[in-house]
Nanobody, 118 residues
Framework: QVRLVESGGGLVQPGGSLRLSCAAS????????MAWYHQAPGKQRELVAL???????NYTDSVKGRFTISRDIVRRALYLQMNNLKPEDTGVYFC????????????WGQGTQVTVSS
């Protein structure tokens, strides 16, 4: 059974940094493209960072140069290093595998809350 558990969120001032983690189990972690999603208050969830199974990366324009996605295959963990945070980065962050069967069936973890505020 697939399980994705996000952690590392918190309250941070503008310009600060956070590192999010996603622990994956019940899946062949190294075989999947993995992504981080951001859901701002009152808005739809959107993909902000993607790492393919062969470790190519892609970012939405709003986070380019500030966020870095990485993974540890041994630990079956996905990370998102978030630097120079802005108030608009506030929201809940989720990880998922966007081409997986469980994603298509609507599985999501609980997410981790990030609040950027002075």
């Amino acid at each position: 059974q697939v399980r994705l558990v996000e952690s590392g969120g918190g309250l941070v001032q503008p310009g600060g940094s956070l590192r999010l983690s996603c622990a994956a189990s019940g899946m062949s972690f190294s075989a999947y493209d993995m992504a981080w999603y951001h859901q701002a208050p009152g808005k739809q969830r959107e993909l902000v960072a993607l790492m393919t199974h062969d470790e190519s990366t892609n970012y939405t324009d709003s986070v380019k140069g500030r966020f870095t996605i990485s993974r540890d295959i041994v630990r079956r963990a996905l990370y998102l290093q978030m630097n120079n945070l802005k108030p608009e980065d506030t929201g809940v962050y989720f990880c998922n595998a966007p081409r997986s069967a469980f994603f298509l069936k609507g599985y999501w973890g609980q997410g981790t809350q990030v609040t950027v505020s002075s």
